[in-house]
C-alpha cells in the first residue's frame, strides 16, 4: 500500500497535532541542544540496541523468510506508537512503519535484514564454528541495521514530542537484498512517491557516508527456464528433448560471450533445476543469472543478449524457453547535501572505543582469514566518500532504485571487521559482540542527529532537492527494470529456511534469561585459536 497525503495527515490529526508545528524556526543554539539530546539519549538507549542486535542475528533468515525478524521489529516499532502497514508490495516479510507530529519533512529510515545461506557461525568464536551446520547465518551483518534505525528514530521521536517539532518518520526493511528482489518493487509501487529523503544504513568496518556516484554496478536478475520432454535416458534417448542441454547451451553461449564484455561488466550464474535423475531426460530445467553494469544502459544491453541466447539454446534442442525477473538493482547515487551534513555529524559522534577484547577478536579473525592486513579495528574515521569519477566495478545494492526516486544516503557504520571475504561466516563473527553493539549505537547517533538537522533547517531539503533535479537526475533519469506485471520472487529460499528453522529455533535469544546471546550461548569473549 502506498504511504499517501492523505494517510499522513489522519495520522497527524490521530496524534492530535497540526500543520502548525511546521512553521517553528529554531536558532542554531537551539538545533545544538536539540541534537545533543537525541544522542544522549541514544546512549541511554544502547542495552535496547544490544537486545535488538543479538535477538535478529539469532533468527538468521533468509530473503523473504524474516518472518520472525520482522514481527520482532515491527512488534517493537507499534509498541512505540507506530502504524504498521504489513505485507507492501505483495512481500509478507514487508512493511512500513509511520509516525508522524504533524507537518514537516517526511524522512525514511530503512536497512537489510535478510541473512547468508550457510554462514551460521557463533558470535565471538574467531574460527569456524557453525551453531547449526550448513544453516543460514548473518554473514553480512544485516541484524545490525535495522535496530540501529529504531534507536535513532525512537531518540527523535521522543524529542520531536517534546519540543513541538513536526515531521514524519517512516522506517522500513530491505526485504532480501542478498536477492536484490524488493526495492524497485517498493519504487514501483509508489511507496517512495511522498518521501522527502531516504537515509538508509548498512555494517561496515568505519563511521563513513558518500555523495555522487559510487563504485559498484547495478544489476537485474533473471531466470530462463526450459521445458523439454522426458524419455528414458538408455532405452529412447531419441524420444526426449533435453531441458538441461538447453540450459547448458545456453551457459556456454553466456561463456563464449564473456569474452568480448566489457571489463567493468560482471555476471554469474548457478543452476536452479537440473533435471531428477540421470535415467530421465530432464523435461525441465533452469539456469539463473546476474547481469552486472555500471550504468543502467549496460545492464539491459546485457540483458537483450542473453535473452538471444536463451532462444538459440531452445532452439537447438527443439525446446521451450520462458524467462522470469527475480531482481534489480540501478547503480546507485547519493545525495551531496544530505551527505555533507551528516559526515559534519560523524566528525562529532566518531568511532567507538574499541576494548583491547574487541581488538584481539578482530586480528584473530583477520589472521584466520588470512587477510592482507592483519590490523584490527580502525582508530581513524573515513574520509567524506566523494564522487567515483571514473567507474569502478564491484557489487550491486537494490538501494540504487530507491537513490533515484528520492534525495538517499548510506551510512556505513563500524560493526564489522575490516579486511573479511564478505557473504562468509567470518563474516558473521563480530555481529553479536561489543563490536557490533557499539557500532551501531555510534550510528545511530550520527543518523539521529542528522534527521534533526532536516526536521531543524527546511533549507538542507531544499538544498538536497535541488541537487537531486539539477544535477543528479538532470541527464539520467530512472527507468525500472521491472514491469507492472513482474511480482516479487517470495517463494525464494523456503525450502532452505524450512528445512533449518526448527533447528535454529533452539538458539533463538532469549533476553529476558541471558543479558547477552554470548552468555546463552556460552561464549567467552573473545575465543581465539591459541
Known amino acids: ?67 520472525e525478524s520482522s514481527k520482532y521489529l515491527t512488534g517493537i516499532l507499534e509498541e512505540n506508537g507506530f502504524t504498521i502497514e504489513h505485507s507492501i508490495s505483495n512481500i509478507p516479510t ?25 554462514a551460521s557461525q557463533y558470535p565471538g568464536v574467531a574460527y569456524h564454528k557453525p551453531i547449526v551446520d550448513g544453516a543460514p547465518g548473518h554473514g553480512e551483518g544485516h541484524n545490525s541495521g535495522i535496530p540501529l534505525n529504531i534507536t535513532s528514530a525512537l531518540a527523535v521521536k521522543q524529542v520531536m514530542e517534546k519540543e513541538g517539532i513536526g515531521g514524519t518518520l517512516i522506517l522500513w526493511p530491505g526485504i ?76 556456454v553461449g553466456w561463456n563464449y560471450k564473456r569474452e568480448h564484455l566489457h571489463p567493468l561488466k560482471r555476471s554469474h550464474s548457478i543452476f536452479t533445476d537440473s533435471g531428477d535423475q540421470p535415467n530421465v531426460v530432464p523435461s525441465k530445467a533452469g539456469i539463473w543469472f546476474y547481469f552486472r553494469d555500471v550504468t543502467y544502459e549496460g545492464i539491459m544491453e546485457m540483458y537483450a543478449e542473453a535473452n538471444d541466447i536463451a532462444k538459440g539454446a531452445a532452439l537447438m534442442t527443439g525446446t521451450t524457453m520462458t524467462s ?35 581488538q584481539e577478536l578482530a586480528k584473530a579473525v583477520q589472521t584466520e582469514v588470512e587477510s592482507r592486513k592483519i590490523e584490527g579495528l580502525p582508530t581513524e574515521l573515513s574520509e567524506l566518500g566523494l564522487p567515483v569519477l571514473e567507474p569502478v566495478s564491484g557489487g550491486s545494492d537494490d538501494i540504487g532504485d530507491i537513490s533515484w526516486k528520492v534525495p538517499t544516503v548510506t551510512m556505513r557504520f563500524p560493526s564489522n571487521i575490516p579486511g573479511l571475504p564478505g557473504h ?61 506485471d513482474d511480482m516479487p520472487p517470495t517463494f525464494l529460499n523456503k525450502d532452505k529456511q524450512d528445512m533449518f528453522r526448527p533447528a535454529l529455533e533452539k538458539f533463538y535469544y532469549d533476553e529476558t534469561k541471558y543479558d547477552t546471546y554470548l552468555e546463552q550461548l556460552g561464549v567467552e569473549y573473545p575465543t581465539v585459536k591459541q
Open 176 to 251: 532480501a537484498e542478498e536477492l536484490v528482489a524488493a526495492k524497485a518493487w517498493y519504487v514501483r509501487d509508489g511507496l517512495f512517491d511522498d518521501i522527502d529523503m531516504c537515509i538508509f544504513t548498512h555494517v561496515s568496518s568505519n563511521l563513513s557516508v558518500s555523495w555522487g556516484p559510487t563504485r559498484g554496478t547495478g544489476l537485474i536478475s533473471v531466470e530462463y527456464l526450459f521445458e523439454g520432454e522426458a524419455a528414458h535416458s538408455a532405452g529412447a534417448p531419441w524420444r526426449g528433448r533435453s531441458a538441461l542441454d538447453a540450459a547448458e547451451l545456453m551457459n
Open 424 to 484: 562468509h561466516w567470518a563474516n558473521a563473527i563480530a555481529m553479536a559482540t561489543p563490536i557490533a553493539h557499539k557500532g551501531a549505537t555510534a550510528g545511530a547517533k550520527a543518523e539521529a542527529m542528522t534527521i534533526m538537522d532536516f526536521l531543524l533547517k527546511p533549507e538542507l531539503l531544499t538544498q538536497a532537492w535541488d541537487y537531486f533535479n539539477n544535477e543528479q537526475t538532470k541527464e539520467t533519469k530512472y527507468e525500472p527494470m521491472i514491469s507492472a
Open 1 to 67: 500500500m502506498k504511504i499517501t497525503k492523505i494517510l499522513l495527515f489522519g495520522l497527524m490529526l490521530f496524534a492530535g497535532v497540526t500543520t502548525s508545528t511546521a512553521q517553528k524556526k529554531y536558532s542554531k543554539s537551539q538545533v545544538k541542544k536539540f541534537k545533543a539530546e537525541v544522542e544522549a539519549i541514544v546512549e541511554a538507549n544502547a542495552k535496547q540496541t544490544q537486545v535488538m542486535v543479538d535477538k535478529i542475528f539469532s533468527f538468521a533468515e533468509l530473503g523473504f523468510q524474516e518472518e
Open 94 to 118: 514487508a512493511w512500513f512503519a509511520t509516525w508522524s507530529n504533524g507537518d514537516g519533512p517526511v524522512i525514511a529510515l530503512g536497512s537489510d535484514v535478510d541473512c547468508i545461506p550457510k
Open 324 to 358: 522470469r525477473v527475480l531482481g534489480t538493482a540501478w547503480p546507485r547515487h547519493y545525495n551531496k547535501v544530505i551527505a555533507e551534513t551528516m559526515y559534519e555529524n560523524i566528525k562529532q559522534v566518531g568511532l567507538p572505543a574499541w576494548s583491547a577484547a574487541d
